[in-house]
C-alpha cells in the first residue's frame, strides 16, 4: 500500500494570492490546482472562513482598475 502524503497547507501569503488569482476571473478549481489542494479550501478563503484578513491584505495590493 503506497503512503499518501498530506496535501499542502494553504498560509496567509497563498490566500491572500488565491485573492488576486480569483479576482483576475481564474476559477476556484484552478487555484486549488495550483497549490495542490482541495477546491473546497480555497472556497474557505473565498468565503472568509480561512486566513481572515486576507481580503483587505490583497485589495492593498491590486493595480488600480
Same mark, same amino acid.
Given at each position: 500500500?503506497k503512503?499518501?502524503m498530506? *496535501?499542502?497547507?494553504?498560509?496567509?501569503?497563498?490566500?491572500?494570492?488565491i485573492w488576486? *488569482?480569483?479576482?483576475?476571473?481564474?476559477f476556484q478549481?484552478?487555484?486549488a490546482?495550483?497549490?495542490?489542494v482541495?477546491?473546497?479550501?480555497?472556497?474557505?478563503?473565498?468565503?472568509?472562513h480561512r486566513h481572515?484578513?486576507s481580503?483587505?491584505i490583497?485589495? *492593498?495590493?491590486?493595480p488600480a482598475?
Amino acid at each position: 500500500m503506497k503512503i499518501r502524503m498530506p *496535501s499542502y497547507k494553504l498560509t496567509h501569503n497563498d490566500a491572500v494570492e488565491i485573492w488576486l *488569482s480569483y479576482w483576475n476571473g481564474e476559477f476556484q478549481h484552478r487555484i486549488a490546482a495550483k497549490y495542490d489542494v482541495n477546491p473546497g479550501r480555497v472556497n474557505e478563503v473565498i468565503k472568509g472562513h480561512r486566513h481572515p484578513g486576507s481580503e483587505l491584505i490583497a485589495r *492593498s495590493k491590486k493595480p488600480a482598475a
